[in-house]
């Protein structure tokens, strides 16, 4: 019995220690809670509202002052974050502001758990009967002083200043992002800052034609920006779960000025003039006048906008003149003329829990576009060397159709949130093009060149057609669990359809072997059907010590339907021998079985494929916030298993191919940043896992180009990359940056496309084969300043290097094994500027130099040119004279040496100039724009496998002049009054007493 007492006395004094350990520690933890403070009629936040949170007895037990979301939007959000003890209770929330009435909210926490956060229910004020205050009164006088600061840094966001870069007049929204330093724009509208890619592109912190950055970058007029806003936005559901669950999306914001962001906003431009002619071959169908039309209308109010836009032109259009002087020598690769017409709704509800942007957009393009191309491939024995020339004219029309609805509900019993997309996109293109191509076995710009010395030829005409439509939907939804725990699930949905006819006439010849010329006369019809579909379900364990595990399982099916119908029309004889392209489809056979006579049985063939991968994912996260300092670090693995299958039918071979496998990746990231974008790093490794595609496991031949035979290999591996990058910015103060980046990538197994030759013929047999030693890596330095004190020079330093090493694979028909040959090659360059920039003038030298030297290991040397070298120099210059009148003019020296071609090496000046006038108080601005003044543009490239060295020649947008007349206007709702447009070219102002 003293034993049974003896123990029962332990345990109770066992049970009081726990407990008093227990209710120490909960005195000792804190939790979080976040709330917002709105206006109640307007629903915009409200600045320096006191927040006093109390315990039920009205007892104050910490206090602090709202402070705005970093992350632009829609208004003012004003948000508090205060720190109570994690002890469920219940809390009395107090807001108070002079001119508002005091607000209290009840917020009862029930359940601590795992929860290291809660959302309590917003506050709306009401505001008091107005009475006089101080701002009132009247001011004394007020000095108004320039600075020159362009960028600032407020917390992990870096705010370009708008108005501190001197812009041409009636330039656009990208020509103010080729001043900015630091970032790159490039022609298809991929921005980077410090060199890496923005991934969202937004308008006042709004999705604005989400995915085509071109839409804002050319009819957005800069004159309407306040500021642009760069930063690392968490994603949707990181935002929800108030940890970075995914990988942060780099955001670049443009925010309009006050006086553009209410009320219509609108800007027009026409435009006519005239080009040099341009012609290759004696073709003359390139039109030679020029136009532009173009016009932007946007309707904004505190909860919604309306944009529509319209654009026509015939210049090719990505910026007719360049506004940096950033030129790059053929910087459009095809003539075209473009229409589009689009229009963008976005709806906001009054507190931001729901919003929806529908997007719509409908184009036509025609296009022309011609090349020309020799080359060098590199064999065992000796040499061989092509020329081809290429011209095609297109037209496309593509209707899209896009819609975007965000719902967030952190105050419900349980908090939900979900984002859902869904859109439609349906096309519409024609084709007609003219090939031309010659093999030799000695170089064609020897004069000793003789016909013997030619191996080929083969030309084709061919006239293609078609369409397609795409339907899809992605739904993610995410809640919050009582335990702090998160369940989010996804579905998503695509299904696409397109139907192409396309009919060619091919002529081969073969110069050395008797007997084997022959011409084609081909129809192809080949319709498509995709489905996919992928269902997702997300497990996350929160820990309120920074600490989160996520466990995924994912479904995924995808379906495919191809038929690849195929006909000779030339072995039906008589007319079908000689159609030309223009008659094919009237000449068709009118019957399935006439036409069923003419079918290539060797390459007509039908493919089912089937797939099903079901995965497993785990994600560990890290995340800690303190004292301006930020650390987050995760591990992510994920496994799948891929049940794959393809029922292929064809003459030649009937089979049904099962492929298994399981593919692994796996991720390791770390992040720091203090003070925000000031000290940032991040570090990233990975390996990741690809199959090879089914259609190239099947072993069967594809002889539809007799000089390019396609064969399978059914005993591909899957291939993997392994690699890792480092990224470091450096930012001391307003004026200077500096950002360091290095990457590797190892492919180990990596599918590439060997080949054998027959000599005699030139034909080549390509097999996708695995290989090991294809790896390269990549460092890049970039750093800017300003250079005196009063800010007026600034200077920009870009080094760039890309080594690679690349295997491929090449042999002789007949032989056992392929030889592998490798090259390693090295591309170095250096792009500095400095500019001066002071009130109306503006002045800019800039220059790059490029080396690239190529290393080729092959079984037999030959004589091949290592270095090739590209720089350019030149200037800019920008100057407001009387009457408002203003000159933009850059001109550059594009210089080539080292390549194989003569005609290549040489010194090209290109000079671009533009000159606008404003007046009708700015509403009006006359432009005229020079492109290319001196006719010395044109697009070349270059290019240095394993095996091959080419360069090409394009066409490119010709020398022209354009005339336009400008319109911008503005309409404030009844009551405003305009504000009026400071353009201080030096940057903000200061207003002092």
């Known amino acids: 019995m003293k034993k049974i007492l003896l123990i029962l006395i332990l345990l109770s004094l066992v049970t009081i220690n726990t407990s008093a350990q227990k209710n120490k520690l909960a005195k000792q933890t804190t939790i979080f809670i976040w709330g917002h403070v709105r206006d109640s009629f307007t629903k915009d936040g409200i600045k320096n509202v006191k927040i006093e949170i109390m315990n039920k007895d009205s007892v104050v037990l910490d206090s602090t002052f709202v402070f705005s979301n970093p992350q632009p939007s829609a208004g003012y959000d004003a948000t508090y974050r205060t720190t109570v003890p994690a002890v469920p209770q219940l809390f009395i929330i107090k807001a108070s502001h002079p001119d508002y009435e005091d607000c209290y909210v009840n917020f009862n926490m029930r359940r601590v758990a795992r929860n290291d956060y809660f959302d309590a229910k917003w506050h709306y004020m009401k505001k008091r009967e107005k009475k006089e205050s101080t701002m009132d009164k009247e001011l004394g006088e007020v000095v108004v002083k320039a600075t020159k600061i362009r960028i600032a840094y407020r917390g992990d966001t870096i705010v370009y200043n708008a108005d501190a870069f001197n812009v041409p007049e009636g ?524 259609r190239s496991l099947i072993d069967v031949d594809n002889t539809t180009n007799e000089l390019a035979i396609q064969r399978g290999n059914p005993n591909l591996k899957s291939s993997a990359i392994y690699g890792f990058n480092i990224n470091k910015g450096l930012n001391k103060n307003h004026d200077f940056y500096t950002s360091t980046y290095l990457s590797y990538t190892y492919n180990q197994n990596d599918i590439v496309q060997g080949y054998s030759i027959d000599q005699k013929t030139n034909a080549r047999t390509y097999r996708p084969e695995n290989v090991n030693g294809n790896w390269s890596t990549n460092g890049t330095i970039r750093l800017g300043s300003a250079i005196d004190s009063m800010k007026l020079w600034h200077y920009a330093l870009s080094i760039n290097e890309v080594y690679s090493h690349n295997v491929e694979l090449m042999g002789i028909n007949g032989a056992t094994n392929n030889t592998r040959n490798t090259i390693r090659r090295n591309v170095i360059s250096c792009s500095p500027s400095i500019e001066y920039n002071k009130n109306k003038f503006r002045v800019k030298l800039y220059g790059m130099f490029s080396w690239t030297n190529t290393d080729p290991k092959y079984s037999s040397s030959f004589n091949i040119n290592k270095n090739i070298y590209n720089y350019n120099y030149g200037m800019s210059l920008q100057h407001t004279f009387a009457f408002k009148l203003q000159l933009y003019t850059d001109f550059y020296i594009y210089s080539r040496r080292g390549y194989a071609s003569e005609e290549m090496n040489v010194d090209k000046p290109i000079w671009n100039a533009n000159i606008s006038f404003p007046f009708c108080k700015n509403k009006l601005i006359a432009k005229l724009s020079c492109h290319d003044l001196l006719g010395k543009i044109s697009n070349i490239d270059y290019m240095f496998n394993g095996t091959r060295r080419t360069e090409s020649w394009n066409n490119s947008l010709g020398q022209h002049v354009i005339l336009s007349l400008q319109w911008k206007f503005n309409k404030f709702p009844k009551g405003k009054k305009e504000m009026p447009s400071h353009n201080y070219q030096n940057g903000p102002y200061v207003i002092t007493q």
């Open 171 to 694: 330039s656009m929204l990208d020509g103010l992002l080729k001043q900015m330093d630091g970032v790159e724009l490039s022609d298809d509208g991929v921005i980077k800052v410090n060199g890496r890619k923005v991934d969202n592109l937004t308008l006042n912190g709004k999705d604005f034609f989400k995915g085509k950055n071109k839409i804002m970058l050319e009819n957005l007029p800069y004159y309407t920006v306040k500021e642009i806003k760069v930063f690392d936005k968490k994603t949707d559901k990181s935002e929800f779960i108030g940890k970075n669950v995914e990988d942060k999306e780099l955001t670049m914001d443009v925010n309009l000025k006050k006086e553009y962001s209410i009320g219509i906003l609108g800007n027009m431009e026409l435009g006519t003039g005239i080009a040099s002619q341009n012609k290759i071959d004696g073709n003359t169908d390139i039109k030679n006048d020029r136009f532009i039309a173009r016009g932007i209308g946007i309707r904004f109010t505190n909860n919604s906008r309306i944009t529509l836009l319209g654009d026509a032109n015939n210049i090719g259009r990505n910026g007719y003149a360049n506004n940096n002087g950033d030129w790059f020598d053929g910087n459009n690769s095809s003539q075209f003329t473009s229409k589009r017409l689009n229009a963008d709704i976005m709806l906001n509800g009054k507190d931001n829990k729901v919003t929806n942007n529908i997007f719509s957009s409908i184009s036509w393009r025609d296009n022309i576009n011609e090349s020309k191309m020799s080359s060098i491939d590199y064999q065992n024995t000796q040499n061989e060397y092509g020329m081809s020339a290429n011209r095609s004219k297109s037209k496309d029309m593509i209707f899209s159709l896009n819609n975007v609805l965000r719902v967030k509900l952190p105050q419900t019993t349980i908090p939900f949130s979900l984002t859902s997309y869904a859109g439609l996109e349906w096309s519409k293109n024609s084709n007609n093009s003219n090939s031309d191509s010659k093999s030799f076995n000695s170089d064609p710009f020897d004069e000793t060149l003789t016909t013997a010395d030619t191996i080929n030829s083969y030309s084709s005409k061919g006239i293609r057609k078609g369409n397609s439509i795409n339907l899809y939907a992605d739904n993610n939804a995410s809640i919050k669990l009582a335990s702090g725990d998160f369940l989010s699930m996804s579905f998503n949905i695509n299904y696409k359809k397109q139907d192409n006819d396309a009919y060619r006439l091919d002529n081969y010849r073969y110069w050395n072997v008797t007997g084997k010329d022959n011409q084609q006369n081909r129809y192809d019809n080949t319709p498509t059907k995709n489905l996919n579909l992928r269902e997702r379900i997300n497990y996350y364990i929160n820990w309120r010590n920074g600490w989160c595990l996520e466990m995924a399982l994912q479904l995924g099916q995808q379906h495919s339907d191809n038929t690849n119908d195929l006909y000779r029309l030339d072995s039906l004889g008589g007319i079908y021998a000689h159609i030309t392209p223009e008659e094919w489809y009237d000449m068709l056979p009118s019957t399935t079985d006439s036409l069923n006579l003419a079918i290539d049985h060797i390459n007509t063939y039908r493919e089912i494929q089937d797939e099903k991968n079901y995965g497993i994912n785990i994600i560990t996260h890290y995340e800690v916030e303190k004292d301006n300092l930020y650390k987050n670090f995760r591990i992510n693995t994920s496994f799948t298993y891929n049940d794959r299958k393809e029922d292929y039918r064809s003459d030649v071979l009937t089979t049904i191919l099962n492929d298994r496998r399981v593919t692994n990746s796996t991720s390791l990231t770390y992040r720091l940043q203090k003070d925000g974008w000031r000290n940032n790093m991040s570090i990233n490794l990975y390996r990741n896992m690809n199959l090879p595609p089914l």
